[in-house]
Nanobody, 116 residues
Framework: QVQLVESGGGSVQAGGSLTLSCAAS????????MEWYRQAPGKQRELVAR???????LYLDSVKGRFTISRDNAKKTVWMQMNSLKLEDTAVYYC??????????WGQGTQVIVSP
């Protein structure tokens, strides 16, 4: 059974930084894509960043230049460095990993609150 455990959320003032991490455990060799999603109150979940097995990245337009996604395949871990945080970044952040046969695994979510 594969489990994803997230950490690193919290409260920060606007302009501050946080780093989220998500580590996978269980009997799985590797993942294709690793992604971060977020869901703000009253809004749909949206893809924030994606990193492929080969290291290609994709970002939501509103976070480009502020967020950086990275991964360590051996550790089965993905991070997201979030800088220059804005009020609108407040949300619950979820990591997702997709394995070689396209099964999706989700973390439990970690809250990020950005205050003025």
């Amino acid at each position: 059974q594969v489990q994803l455990v997230e950490s690193g959320g919290g409260s920060v003032q606007a302009g501050g930084s946080l780093t989220l991490s998500c580590a996978a455990s269980g009997s799985i060799f590797s993942f294709n894509s690793m992604e971060w999603y977020r869901q703000a109150p009253g809004k749909q979940r949206e893809l924030v960043a994606r990193i492929t097995l080969g290291g290609s990245t994709l970002y939501l337009d509103s976070v480009k230049g502020r967020f950086t996604i990275s991964r360590d395949n051996a550790k089965k871990t993905v991070w997201m460095q979030m800088n220059s945080l804005k009020l609108e970044d407040t949300a619950v952040y979820y990591c997702q990993m997709t394995d070689r046969i396209f099964r999706e695994y989700w973390g439990q979510g970690t809250q990020v609150i950005v205050s003025p």
